[in-house]
């Protein structure tokens, strides 16, 4: 072994410590990518759910990534702001609004998807080893 090896045995070991690490590794790329679009990643996570959830709600979107209802309505109060998104009254529940991206919010999370498809590399997987890798995060995550 070269003489900075670092061990990282026991560490190695830890779902934790193998997610952090990559995480460090992959979205710092993600990031740079979006924020060429003047986006961070949330904002587009936000998009995407939007995108792929017609009619989903603020609390159904916070609950979903984790964010909590007032950050989740000062990040929605930005998106909006920037011709993003919209808010409607629930056709079905006329308390509560459901989210729709604007033509400009589709458009720009068209533009931010490719870049993020692009960014999310991962070279010394196999595609099959990354659809695997995927698949055991996910079921981590998703009851």
Do not use: W
């Amino acid at each position: 072994m070269p003489a900075d090896h670092i061990d990282q045995g026991t560490l190695t070991q830890s779902v934790g410590y193998c997610c952090l690490q990559a995480y460090l590794e992959i979205v710092p790329n993600i990031k740079k990518q979006l924020g060429k679009l003047q986006l961070r990643p949330v904002e587009y996570t936000v998009l995407s759910l939007i995108n792929s959830n017609p009619n989903i709600n603020q609390k159904r979107l916070g609950q979903t990534i984790r964010v909590s209802p007032p950050n989740m309505a000062t990040l929605l109060d930005k998106i909006q702001a920037d011709g993003l998104i919209e808010r409607r009254r629930n056709p079905n529940d006329r308390r509560s609004q459901i989210l729709a991206l604007t033509p400009k919010g589709h458009q720009l999370y068209l533009k931010a998807e490719a870049v993020a498809t692009r960014a999310d590399i991962t070279p010394t997987l196999t595609d099959d080893e990354r659809q695997q890798l995927l698949s055991l995060l996910t079921k981590i995550f998703q009851n």
